[in-house]
């Protein structure tokens, strides 16, 4: 992805969190142009290619009805449309091409300790990524809006590994997923630090297709742990990498969008985003 590509998504977040934050005044196009510096049939022009509807229509995907409208149509088979989608496009389900290996017992305890970790930084169309990887595949990715916090994120996690400046195939196998074409991609692989609990969370969060919404409470009953939507909530803020394993998918009941690690407006893009290409795919 480009830097004008990047550019242009913190235009439309900006924009997003303009309109959410006075949508009762049902703000113009006119108006919210102006707040993102752009003439209205620039802003106009640039929302549409990077979302590919407008952004009035683009609107109506992140409202609360429609959050709620997705919810409702949910039944148990959200967790088992596997055989309903295709091997190809965006339409693929996540789970299909991802393998995750948790790191041993020493690797999770000891802080990284004798890992060495390649990172790199990357743009999206939702914004810079930092992307990290070990020998056995990739290990965090994560939105990085300034390069020196998100690195500090990462270090955290691991605060006693080797870290080296490097792009390798377990980073690009990541950056991949925000193309447009998956049948073209390999099997990513993720080698991640979580326990059994969280692990199992992120591995049934692959399983929510494109476009699709869950809530907490259905993770928690998907993974036999009925009582345990607190600690599915705390599984998923904790998620280490951003976008392909989906928690941006996951909100609260009511409809409402609920928090997200790399921050709202972010998440409300993406949800939009996914929505517009299910429309744009039928």
């Known amino acids: 992805m480009s830097e004008q590509e990047c550019i242009n998504f913190e235009r439309i977040a900006e924009a997003i969190a303009y309109?959410?934050?006075?949508?009762?005044?049902?703000?113009?196009?006119?108006?919210?142009?102006?707040?993102?510096?752009?003439?209205p049939f620039h802003f106009q022009r640039v929302f549409k290619e990077w979302a590919g509807v407008t952004p009035k229509k683009f609107l109506q995907y992140i409202s609360v009805n429609h959050a709620k409208s997705i919810l409702a149509t949910n039944s148990q088979s959200l967790f088992n449309t596997a055989e309903d989608v295709g091997l190809s496009g965006t339409g693929r389900l996540h789970d299909l091409f991802v393998n995750i290996e948790g790191m041993t017992p020493g690797e999770f305890k000891n802080g990284g300790e004798n890992l060495t970790i390649n990172y790199s930084y990357a743009n999206t169309n939702f914004g810079q990524i930092l992307t990290a990887a070990t020998s056995k595949g990739l290990c965090y990715m994560g939105f990085a809006d300034e390069n020196e916090v998100a690195f500090n994120e990462l270090k955290g996690r691991f605060p006693k590994a080797n870290f080296r400046q490097s792009s390798d195939h377990f980073q690009?196998?990541?950056?991949?997923?925000?193309?447009?074409?998956?049948?073209?991609?390999?099997?990513?692989?993720?080698?991640?630090?979580?326990?059994?609990?969280?692990?199992?969370?992120?591995?049934?969060?692959l399983k929510i297709p494109l476009g699709?919404?869950?809530?907490?409470?259905?993770?928690?009953?998907?993974?036999?742990?009925?009582?345990?939507?607190?600690?599915?909530?705390?599984?998923?803020?904790?998620?280490p990498i951003a976008f392909l394993i989906p928690c941006h998918r996951v909100i609260q009941s009511s409809g409402v969008f609920g928090g997200y690690m790399w921050g709202p407006n972010r998440k409300a893009a993406i949800i939009g985003y996914e929505a517009a290409q299910i429309e744009n795919q039928n």
């Open 19 to 39: 309109i959410q934050l006075n949508f009762k005044s049902q703000p113009s196009l006119d108006e919210v142009a102006e707040k993102v510096n752009l003439s």
């Open 172 to 205: 690009k196998s990541g950056i991949a997923v925000f193309g447009e074409d998956w049948s073209k991609m390999n099997k990513v692989k993720l080698h991640l630090k979580g326990t059994a609990f969280q692990l199992k969370v992120w591995e049934t969060l």
């Open 212 to 239: 699709k919404l869950s809530t907490y409470g259905e993770i928690a009953n998907q993974i036999e742990k009925p009582k345990a939507a607190r600690a599915v909530g705390t599984a998923i803020g904790g998620n």
